[in-house]
């Protein structure tokens, strides 16, 4: 007879844990905690299908700072070795800039002041550009990759100017 009234109640219990209080088919209501908790964090996660905007693991505020660094390392320098993803999220800004550099209206100017850190470097941007680029319809850039990278196996490229 206890094996009988254990049996019972563990058929009970085993109902009501999917939320059917007995055999009768009502279901069970949820405590308020869990359906707030349930109902505030939402699991669902979207794909970034056709998403062209690299996030480079990083906020959007850390993101544009490090492309606009980035940007102006490779003005000044004409090449630079970063990571492969880094180097194409940056190879559009660069050409941007010297699209600005060969318009080089006052407007452009200033656009170009807002991005890149260095004012002197603008300038120098705005006097080169045209000269060096006036036949050239885009493509200012050139992406080589070259061997991964030591402590963490990343691969590195070099972004150049042409």
């Given amino acids: 007879m206890k094996t009988t009234a254990l049996l019972c109640s563990m058929l009970v219990a085993g109902a009501s844990a999917f939320g059917v209080t007995s055999f009768t088919g009502s279901r069970v209501a ?10 505030s964090k939402s699991s669902l996660e979207m794909m970034r299908h056709r998403k062209r905007v690299a996030k480079l693991g990083k906020p959007a505020d850390q993101r544009k700072a490090l492309l606009r660094a980035l940007t102006t390392e490779i003005v000044r320098h004409g090449r630079i070795k970063t990571t492969a993803v880094r180097a194409k999220a940056v190879r559009k800004h ?19 002041l807002g991005w890149i850190y260095d004012k002197d470097l603008v300038h120098s941007l705005f006097e080169a550009a045209p000269e060096r680029y006036g ?19 990343a691969k590195m490229a070099v972004i150049e100017l042409v």
């Avoid at 941007?96 to 407007?107: F, P, T």
């Avoid at 036949?135 to 196996?153: A, C, E, F, I, S």
């Fill in 30 to 39: 949820e405590p308020a905690a869990a359906r707030t908790h349930a109902s």
């Fill in 94 to 112: 660069v050409d941007h800039m010297i699209e600005l550099g060969k318009r080089g209206d006052l407007h452009a100017r200033r656009q170009a």
């Fill in 135 to 153: 036949d050239r319809n885009g493509g200012y850039t050139r992406v080589l990759r070259t061997m991964p990278r030591q402590g963490d196996n």
